[in-house]
């Protein structure tokens, strides 16, 4: 693994990042979404490469959007993962594609080399090797960093630099923070609590208040698009999805 990358910016990226997951073992495929959906933003799981195929079409017809990562096993019914991967090439021929199989057969492997899929993990699925592709698919991006969303915002998470167009929004310290830890979270609900804990880390002796919270989210949203955090009044706080552009 890079060194420049930690684990904790690979795990940030991937929250995120949208999946397709197409695994026609039922076991295998429930073992391993458990697994996905704590790593990923959203997952959606396809029961074999038809299905997934549909799922694809769908996705983008409803959001305009295509999945960020498309991880599918090989041998399926059906359609099977190379004729999958070749029909969404088709489409999308800059879509990023993970191969988690149990076969290593010439067979299988030679015309997913030749389609110049992104990478291979070998079954059983390993957390270490998982990690290890999506540092590689992922290093440009992991590298940049760089956010942008609607209305011309655009969030540089290195500097920690927010700019409308070329005019940059000025943050305080917790508003960073709490920009931080949205992004890491992505579609995930963060309670009060949770935002609390993260902005006064290093202050554990101070009392929690919900007050603060609300008046330091009162702030940062003023600076921001309309709708670009949304609350749950059970759940907390996150980034609403439409706000990031398509890109």
Do not use: W
Not at 179 to 192: A, E, I, K, R
């Amino acid at each position: 693994m890079n060194e420049a990358t930690t684990l904790e910016q690979i795990v940030s990226y991937c929250k995120r990042l949208k999946v397709l997951y197409v695994e026609d073992h039922k076991e295998s495929q429930v073992a391993s979404l458990s697994l996905f959906e704590d790593i990923f933003g959203t997952v959606t799981p396809a029961d074999n490469g038809e299905h997934g195929m549909a799922c694809y079409i769908d996705k983008y017809n409803d959001s305009g959007q295509y999945f960020d990562l498309v991880i599918t096993d090989i041998k399926m019914p059906r359609i099977n993962g190379i004729h999958m991967i070749e029909s969404i090439y088709k489409i999308n021929p800059k879509q990023k594609t993970l191969i988690l199989s149990a076969y290593q057969d010439e067979t299988y492997l030679v015309p997913l080399i030749n389609l110049n899929v992104s990478g291979f993990i070998k079954k059983p699925l390993m957390l270490d090797q998982l990690l290890q592709q999506l540092q590689r698919i992922f290093k440009e991006a992991l590298e940049k960093r760089s956010y942008t969303f609607i209305e011309n915002y655009r969030y540089d998470a290195k500097t920690k630099r927010l700019f409308k167009s070329d005019q940059e929004i000025m943050l305080t310290q917790n508003e960073v923070k709490l920009l931080d830890f949205l992004l890491d979270n992505g579609q995930h609900y963060c309670s009060l609590e949770q935002i609390f804990d993260h902005l006064f880390f290093e202050d554990p002796l101070k009392d929690f208040s919900s007050h603060s919270i609300h008046g330091i989210l009162k702030r940062f949203k003023s600076k921001l698009p309309d709708n670009f955090i949304i609350n749950n009044k059970t759940l907390g706080y996150k980034l609403n999805e439409a706000v990031y552009e398509n890109q």
